[in-house]
């Protein structure tokens, strides 16, 4: 029963105590710039387009679009600026500023000049890393005990879902579903609701 | 200012004030109802606005929120958050151990239009307890008094249900039931065979199943909360405003928010209501015969409170010192969750707006060691959606595919306890903190006490086993309690009895201490019980707009 109604979809911000406070002016400063690029909120160009590589990565196009028609940047982008706290949106942007660290340690450029398997090499590592955190958080959840620091490739995954299956083509196009059902049952064969 | 008079004033255009609206008007008198915020309609409705036209896609707009809705934030989604007021407008105070969510809006149809819409009867297991057990005072009526308006009140709102035949949670004229899903039949299977003094039932609601009295059946778009163009769930806004507005006799006044109720010394008597105008923010007095107070547990109670004289130092009509006392919420929090594996194949259609009930268990034939009373569970069975990928390994065009499928099925029990009546969960006037019209706000007392806190355990039990038995993996059990008021069920600041010296109201919600004023929101009731509480209280209002007019007729009133 849907008492509630809500759609949680992250649940509460997380929040981050004793951030670096140079690194807070230093996402202040880029978020000053990005508000100067027409249609960003807090990425800076190189961000965005890191964003839509990532994203694209983790639900690319198929038989179907993928994140980056959805517009799935824009929506983290629209959350950085606009949602989260400063220090959790510039925590997130410097997360994004480790995948180009690891991208040339690794291959001598950045993640978006990476040819698909070195992006695919990398964030297998990332996307290990960020298993870990979501057993940590599950487990710290259940023993009612604070979270671990968020872990960047977590979030961005977790994003990337959230803005493609609430596009209307994540949702329309990917799922197949409609705002008001064709029909109603209790209990059907899966396939009358994929064809719906 | 001097404003019109009436037969009738209604304050509150809720769920009760809507029952006492349509009632009264239809029962001939000129009724007036003063509704505290602005007149919504059909065209403020947001349930087919599709979550890409929302900002923030369902995520809420967080900042907004906690500026001007930090307790309002714990209730709605971003679609409706619209409907529930600011909290720098209303504000009230609590002592700093006793945190209460006070979770409303002001706008015309009130909390009918986000409610939940679960449409319970009671039973005299409800009715007989306070007695036998010496809790708060026995209630003035039993179950033969309201069974008559249960059946009225239903006819008229459309309650869908399964008739179960079972004396603790009587059957009502229900509409079809609708249909349960695979892992709902397959919990039903399993507690009927493990645990026959327990029953799983489809939920009993007050949305159409079929085309009824003008409305259409429900099209199981599924966020009732945020209205419905198809009028197919009951709402003050959908039902019976409508219905009161058809004789005639009905004058509905927005911005009107009541500051207090006008006593005659001379005859005893409720004379009118002063308001103060929401946007001139002028006060105006309306008069009337009689007055149904149906503002909701907390603002009546606020609105008698501040209604102090020289008579009624204490409170309007509080010759019992009741008044403000005995608050109640249901208890919520307790409960458990697993997967129930296999039935992959099969999914549910449509977002239908309901859940299960497992009416209450405990207390019925035999003693249940540790507590009094009980709880019925709420719930229901579900597919995971995209939602897990986040928890899954993987990404690319494998893990999108593997997302396009629902995941397995997981089952959920939420239980809603009974709290017992007690003197020290209440109701004060901070004279301090005035609202943003001047009027001075209330000081909530409440907490959680050992009785509650005990049900909380036992549902975590009792939900596990039955997840148990129907062979669920993975299940984890919840018992963090809910705050007191966030179950949305308060009620009892103005309790019925049968002796004036220890309650407000009599059997008729009729005060004791003033004739012509009633009070038939939720503040009314001697217990809570555990089922949800508003289809009583438009059957007790119903019931209390008979009384009345017939007193009025026969020259008594």
Redesign the interface.
């Known amino acids: 029963m849907e008492r509630r109604n809500v759609l949680r979809l992250l649940g509460s911000a997380a929040v981050i105590s004793a951030f670096p406070p140079d690194a807070l002016a230093l996402f202040q400063q880029a978020h000053a710039q990005a508000a100067q690029s027409p249609g960003l909120k807090a990425f800076n160009p190189h961000q965005d387009a890191t964003v839509i590589a990532i994203s694209e990565a983790i639900i690319p196009a198929t038989d179907t679009p993928g994140a980056k028609a959805a517009k799935v940047n824009e929506f983290i982008d629209l959350l950085m600026g606009e949602w989260y706290e400063p220090a959790d949106s510039a925590r997130f942007l410097d997360g994004l500023d480790d995948v180009d660290k690891r991208s040339r340690r690794l291959f001598s450029k950045d993640f978006v000049d990476c040819t698909v398997a070195q992006q695919e090499q990398l964030l297998r590592a990332l996307d290990g890393e960020a298993m870990t955190f979501a057993k940590q958080q599950s487990a710290a959840l259940l023993a009612k005990k604070p979270a671990p620091p968020a872990n960047f490739f977590y979030t961005m995954k977790k994003l990337t879902l959230a803005g493609y299956y609430t596009s209307e083509i994540g949702f329309e196009k990917e799922l197949g579903k409609s705002i008001i059902p064709p029909s109603h049952a209790g209990c059907a064969p899966l396939t009358a609701e994929v064809n719906q | 200012m001097k404003g019109q008079s009436f037969d009738a004033i209604v304050i509150g255009s809720g769920i009760t004030g809507g029952w006492a609206a349509k009632e009264l008007t239809e029962k001939g008198l000129e009724t007036l109802v003063l509704e505290a915020g602005p007149l919504i309609s059909a065209a403020d409705y947001v349930e087919?606005v599709?979550?890409?036209e929302v900002?923030?896609?369902?995520?809420r707009d967080?900042?907004a929120e906690l500026e001007n809705q930090p307790i309002q934030r714990h209730?709605?989604?971003?679609w409706?958050a619209k409907f529930f007021v600011n909290d720098r407008e209303n504000p009230y105070t609590t002592p700093p151990d006793q945190p209460y969510l006070f979770l409303r809006g002001r706008h015309l149809g009130g909390r009918s239009v986000m409610w939940?819409r679960?449409s319970y009867r009671w039973s005299d297991l409800d009715f007989e307890a306070n007695l036998k057990e010496g809790i708060g005072v026995d209630w003035p009526i039993r179950y033969k008094d309201i069974e008559p308006w249960y059946d009225y009140v239903e006819d008229f709102i459309g309650v869908t249900g399964q008739a179960e035949g079972l004396p603790q949670l009587p059957d009502g004229k229900f509409l079809p039931p609708?249909?349960?899903?695979?892992a709902?039949?397959v919990m039903k299977d399993a507690i009927a065979k493990k645990f026959p003094d327990r029953r799983l039932t489809i939920?009993r609601t007050a949305i159409l199943t079929q085309a009824h009295r003008g409305r259409a059946a429900c099209?199981?778009?599924?966020?009732?909360?945020?209205g419905c163009i198809t009028r197919s769930y009951f709402s003050s806004l959908n039902s019976t405003l409508p219905a009161a507005e058809a004789t005639g006799k009905l004058t509905l006044r927005p911005y009107s928010v009541v500051h207090s109720l006008i006593f005659d010394p001379k005859t005893r008597r409720i004379s009118g209501v002063r308001i103060i105008d929401g946007q001139s923010k002028q006060p105006i007095e309306f008069t009337a015969r009689i007055v149904f107070l149906c503002a909701s547990t907390l603002e009546s109670a606020r609105i008698l409170l501040n209604s102090a004289t020289p008579e009624f130092s204490n409170g309007l009509a509080n010759s019992s010192g009741e008044l403000g006392h005995n608050l109640m919420d249901h208890i919520m929090g307790g409960g458990a969750t697993g997967i129930i594996p296999g039935?992959?194949?099969?999914?549910?259609?449509?977002?239908?707006?309901?859940?299960?009930y497992v009416p209450r268990f405990r207390n019925i034939k035999e003693k249940s060691p540790g507590f009094l009373r009980g709880y019925g569970f709420?719930?229901?069975g579900s597919r995971e959606?995209?939602?897990r990928?986040?928890?899954m390994?993987?990404?690319?065009?494998d893990?999108?595919?593997t997302?396009?499928?629902?995941g397995p099925w997981r089952f959920r029990f939420?239980g809603f306890g009974e709290c017992l009546s007690n003197r020290d969960n209440r109701l004060e006037i901070d004279k301090g903190k005035v609202d943003a019209w001047g009027i001075p706000t209330l000081r909530i007392s409440h907490k959680w006490r050992a009785n509650e806190l005990a049900l909380l355990k036992d549902m975590q039990v009792t939900a596990a086993e039955m997840l148990e038995a129907a062979g669920a993996k993975d299940i984890?059990l919840s018992s963090t309690p809910s705050a007191p008021g966030e179950g949305i069920h308060e009620m009892g600041s103005a309790r019925m009895g049968r002796d004036p010296k220890t309650s407000v109201l009599n059997a008729y919600n009729q005060t004791h201490d003033i004739k012509n004023l009633f009070v038939t929101d939720g503040s009314c009731m001697a217990s809570s019980a555990c089922q949800n509480p508003s289809l009583t209280y438009m059957a007790l209002t119903a019931r209390a707009c008979d009384y009345a007019v017939g007193q009025m007729k026969r020259g008594e009133l």
């Open positions: 087919h599709p979550v890409w900002k923030f896609r369902g995520m967080r900042k209730i709605g989604d971003e409706n939940g679960q609708m249909e349960m899903n695979c709902e039949l939920g099209h199981y778009c599924g966020p009732c909360a945020r039935h992959e194949d099969r999914v549910q259609i449509g977002n239908r707006p309901n859940g299960i709420q719930g229901g959606d995209w939602g990928g986040s928890e390994p993987g990404f690319g065009a893990f999108k595919h997302l396009r499928q629902p939420a984890v």
